[in-house]
C-alpha cells in the first residue's frame, strides 16, 4: 500500500472511532467536522513510515473486530489524570498495559513535551476541559499495540537524534492541507489580518 493510501486507511478508521465516541453531553462538534479532523491526524500521521502506519491500522482493524474503540479508550486514560476518582472506577475494565511498551511510551512523550510549547505541556496542568498535550499523547499512546509503540518510539527516539521535530513537521504538513507553502508563509497571512 502507497503511503497516502496507509495515511487515509488510518484516518478513516479512527474518524469511524471517533465520531462514535458517546460523550456525556451529546456529540461533541468537533465530532461533526470531518473535514478538520482529517486535516489534523493525516497531518500527524504523514510523519510516520509505512511500518509504522501499517502497524496502527492494524491496531485499528483488530480493536474494531474486538468491539473496542481506541478513540474511547484514549479519552477514558486521560481521566486518569484528569478525572481520577472516575478513572479509577473504570480502570479495570481498559486493556491491561505492556510494562515495556509504558517506557517506550514515556520517552515518546517526554520527546513530544520538548517539541511543544503553545498549549499546556505537563499533566500537573491538567483541569477539567483542559488537558495537556502531555496527558492526550500519553492516553493515546496507551491504546497503541506493544509493537507499534516500539515502531514509534524506534521512529522517535532517530528524529531526536537527528535534531528533527515531529511536531514543526506536523504543523507544515497542517498548513500546507491548509493552501500555504510553508509555516512562514501561513504565519505572514494571519499576522497581517490582526
Not at 521535530?165 to 507544515?172: F, H, V
Request: proline share 4%; glycine share 4%.
Amino acid at each position: 500500500m502507497e503511503h497516502k493510501t496507509l495515511v487515509d486507511a488510518v484516518v478513516t478508521a479512527e474518524w469511524e472511532m471517533f465520531s462514535n465516541v458517546q460523550n456525556v453531553g451529546g456529540k461533541a462538534s468537533c465530532q461533526m467536522d470531518p473535514k478538520t479532523f482529517r486535516i489534523m491526524r493525516s497531518s500527524q500521521m504523514d510523519n510516520w513510515d509505512d511500518e509504522l502506519l501499517g502497524s496502527y491500522l492494524e491496531d485499528l482493524l483488530n480493536a474494531r473486530l474486538e468491539g473496542r474503540n481506541l478513540v474511547t479508550e484514549k479519552y477514558a486514560r486521560m481521566m486518569e489524570s484528569t478525572f481520577p476518582e472516575e478513572y479509577a472506577q473504570l480502570a479495570d475494565s481498559l486493556p491491561p498495559l505492556d510494562p515495556e511498551a509504558m517506557a517506550q511510551v514515556d520517552d515518546i512523550v517526554a520527546a513530544h513535551v520538548s517539541w511543544k510549547e503553545d498549549r499546556p505541556l505537563r499533566s500537573r496542568d491538567d483541569r477539567p476541559g483542559w488537558v495537556s498535550m502531555e496527558t492526550y499523547l500519553r492516553a493515546e499512546l496507551r491504546t497503541y499495540s506493544p509493537k507499534t509503540i516500539a515502531l514509534y518510539h524506534r521512529a522517535t527516539m532517530e528524529r531526536l537524534r537527528k535534531g528533527e521535530s515531529e511536531a514543526e513537521q506536523n504543523l507544515l504538513h497542517q498548513v500546507q492541507q491548509y493552501g500555504f507553502e510553508d509555516i512562514e508563509s501561513a504565519e505572514k497571512h494571519f499576522s497581517a489580518r490582526r
